[in-house]
């Protein structure tokens, strides 16, 4: 988990965070930022090897576990630059894996999820009335296969919010970094919205298919 500096963050109201967020379009529509982070994630898997050279361009910002980005708030991470330095041997051993299709219904559960969690101030994937992934995407449509979620925050920057889930500081099982990779999941949508204490939170969710009921 990263934490934004205090002295910092005061300096970013949430109001001039929110521009291009879901929450300032129709819940069923996905903005350009949220199909960014498809493509991101699709470009990531394609090319796994090239793609290292995003996480090496960022190892000189680290002061132990201060990570001072240029023109960005200073994150406090849990494991420094150790972290980093996984992410990059792992993406150097990773095979290229099949791209990621942009998928709308997907999209939407992501939206609505966020939409749900965000105003609470949570991080779950256990909607406010007790719904998990599969059961909010059955109301939506029919998923075949297997299906999954990532959630990360703070960003606006679909390479950034990428990059925070590939290299998935302080989560022992690098469970989203595992998502990201994961053969079995051929399609995606992601959905952002204003977050009580992290600004923005991005839900993204992942299936091997998806089709929306009409």
Not at 174 to 189: E, I, K, S, V, Y
Request: proline share 6%.
């Amino acid at each position: 988990m990263w934490i934004p500096i205090a002295r910092v963050v005061r300096y970013l109201a949430p109001a001039l965070i929110c521009v291009g967020l879901a929450a300032q379009a129709p819940v069923d529509v996905a903005t350009a930022f949220e199909r960014a982070v498809v493509q991101e994630m699709s470009d990531l898997r394609v090319q796994p090897k090239a793609y290292a050279k995003h996480l090496r361009a960022l190892r000189d910002c680290f002061e132990g576990t201060l990570w001072n980005r240029p023109g960005r708030t200073p994150l406090r991470t849990e494991e420094g630059v150790a972290a980093l330095d996984e992410a990059i041997a792992f993406l150097g051993e990773q095979k290229p894996i099949g791209p990621l299709r942009f998928n709308e219904g997907l999209a939407l559960a992501a939206r609505l999820h966020a939409r749900d969690i965000g105003p609470r101030g949570a991080l779950e994937h256990v909607g406010s009335d007790g719904s998990r992934l599969s059961e909010r995407l059955n109301r939506l449509g029919t998923w075949q296969g297997l299906i999954a979620e990532n959630i990360g925050t703070l960003e606006v920057d679909a390479r950034q919010l990428v990059l925070q889930l590939l290299i998935d500081d302080g989560v022992p099982s690098r469970g989203h970094r595992h998502n990201l990779f994961n053969p079995d999941l051929h399609q995606a949508g992601a959905g952002s919205a204003p977050h009580r204490d992290y600004r923005v939170v991005t839900v993204i969710d992942y299936a091997d298919g998806f089709v929306l009921n009409h």
